[in-house]
Nanobody, 113 residues
Framework: VQLQASGGGLVQSGGSLRLSCTAS????????MGWYRQAPGKQRELVAT???????SFANSVKGRFTISRDNAKNSLYLQMNSLKPEDTAVYYC????????WGQGTLVTVSS
């Protein structure tokens, strides 16, 4: 199974983007799904997670601005990003932990000031 992330792009500060992550097949025994990001020169950091039961958590820096959701029928995970800031600029990766640990290839989000 492969994860395909999409939806990144260039947006002005205050704008919105919706990232999508679609699995090429069904992933069984999912424990947690999430989005991570890596800004230039920085370590990869956790942005948001969703457990198999639907519980969500967010990094303090994105609370109130980002939401995470899923569509099981479409094998997809989403990250809705609102009120974007220049410091949100990064490559965003999706991750699904089931029997194996799956990562998407990353999608670049650039927020201009």
């Amino acid at each position: 199974v492969q994860l395909q992330a999409s939806g990144g792009g260039l947006v002005q500060s205050g704008g919105s983007l919706r990232l999508s992550c679609t699995a090429s097949g069904t992933i069984f025994n999912i424990n947690v799904m999430g989005w991570y990001r890596q800004a230039p020169g920085k370590q990869r950091e956790l942005v948001a997670t969703m457990s198999s039961g639907g519980s969500t958590s967010f990094a303090n820096s994105v609370k109130g601005r980002f939401t995470i959701s899923r569509d099981n029928a479409k094998n997809s995970l989403y990250l809705q990003m609102n009120s974007l800031k220049p410091e949100d600029t990064a490559v965003y990766y999706c991750r699904v932990i089931g029997r194996s640990d799956y990562w998407g290839q990353g999608t670049l989000v650039t927020v201009s000031s």
